[in-house]
């Protein structure tokens, strides 16, 4: 079996219905995986959502029902919005399936039985929202008289609990040496270099891996320690390697591990850049086994201020597709442009409703909507709606050479902007083409061309429309991973019924592929409202 191209996602806390920031990371590890398929790459894209816990402990009591039907309803909000935002994941892990158990459980008993755990009690600080532990030397302010969470910078909660293990130190010298081989194992760069900056200082010399079952009851039971469950990261991190057959099925395994990308948010960096490869590495993983990329995306936030539910100002990303975009077909689309085109991927951004509704009237209602319209309604008034080929006698290298390079050059642009997962460079590459389309329309002005007037005459405005054709081709092409629904849209008044869509056909422009094709039904892709 060739190898997948592996793409992962977080798995998302289910104490709360997901908000804007979890759609984010879905969208762009959709996109990733779209982008991938359209290469005619085999993909795999893993999401889910981490049941266990403190919190999710928490969350359950406070609604009053037993954690595992508290968790079942949330979930349902997971794959409901993935649905709605037309997300293509594979395989959806929860880690209350069997599936995960049984693999963390053989994890800890492995490492056991390799006397790789050991067995003390804990002093330190812990953050609940983050699920994670701190020591003294790990807090900027040290321990007093308050401290509060680096991460998050909500109050720590001191905490001694008797428990097992996995030594963090020992493996440090491994982990900075794997770093330096492989410069691009953290992207960003920024993230890179924290994480490398953060190595240079000894790490705490382990990592607490279980949790007191009086205090912490929802969780993996430990195999060989009765009075303890698994420590919910240590729980979460495998499911990258138990939802494709860790020590169940090794051809299967062989097919998708390494992961190809993480994408993660910044905050959980040091889980996914420290605390894993060391739990694969202490699991016997070379360097050839370990992921191959660890992508940290930026924060949304709100103004200045980071989301949260205790400020009251989470976006509600069902509020934003069903109700402030409620006028627009392809909603969904809408969003995910907006999510991946306003802010470079990495970087943080600020959410706001005129940001969006900005974007949707300029980019897309008045340049790309524009375009499509203008040109499917000349195709249809002026050539029967079958869209006409372009003749030698008709051609202006003026004005046609221009726009045609561009459009021959764009999927190298995207492909060059999708290696580097730069979302907001590939739509900016597509919608330049698109601005350039639309410019060309008013240069060349159809219109006057149907009764003989101007420059070649009838040639010539079927050379014009059939190269305008062409762009919108090549723009539904590359505009499939990022807005699934438009692109098919396109497609459809295209005429292009079921032929699928591959990047292929957007580089190699030879002969008049779209000659003779009855455009579609034509509807208007972003109405005003
Ligand atoms: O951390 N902006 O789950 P989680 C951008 N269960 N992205 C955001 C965001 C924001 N404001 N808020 C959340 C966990 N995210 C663990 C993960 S993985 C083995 C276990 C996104 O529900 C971002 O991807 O808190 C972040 O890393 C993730 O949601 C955290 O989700």
Known sequence: MPKAYYITTPL???????????????????????????KGETVFLLTGTDEHGQKIEQAAAASGRPPQAFVDGVVERFKELWKLLNISYDDFLRTTEPRHVRV??????????????????????????CETFWTKEELPSGASPAPVCPNCARPLEAVEEEGWYLPLRAHQPWLQGFLKAHPAFIQPQTRYNEIASLLEQPLPEYLCITRPRRRVGWGIPVPFS??????????????YISAVGYGMDEARLSAH??????????DILRHHAVYWPIILHALGLSDEQMPRLIFAHGWWKVGEQKMSKSLGNIVDPYAVVRELLKSQPY???????????????????AFSEEALLGRLEADLANDLGNLVNRTLSMIERYCGGKIPSTTQLGRSAQYDDPLQQATHDLAKQVD???????????????????SQANQYIELTAPWKLTKGQGDGGVQRLHTVLSILAHVIHVVAITLESFMPSVSEAIWQQLGMGDSPRRLADATSWTGDPLAGKTLGKREVLFPKT
């Open 104 to 129: 963390v459980q053989a994890c800890l008993t492995r490492l056991q039985q390799e006397k790789q755990l050991h067995h003390a009690t804990y002093q330190g600080w812990y953050c609940t929202p």
């Open 257 to 266: 591990w390494p992961a190809d990308v993480h994408v993660i948010g910044k």
């Open 12 to 38: 998302y806390y289910v104490n709360a219905s997901p908000h804007i920031g979890h759609s984010y990371t879905e969208i762009a590890a959709d996109c990733l995986a779209r982008y991938h398929r359209l």
């Open 416 to 434: 060059t902007a999708m290696s580097r997962i730069e979302f907001a460079n590939a739509l900016d590459a597509i919608m330049r083409v698109v």
């Open 226 to 239: 009765e009075g303890h469950v698994t420590y919910v990261w240590f729980d979460a991190l495998l499911n």
């Open 331 to 349: 909603a969904a689309d809408v969003y995910r442009y907006f999510l991946l085109r306003d802010v470079p991927f990495g970087q943080d951004g």
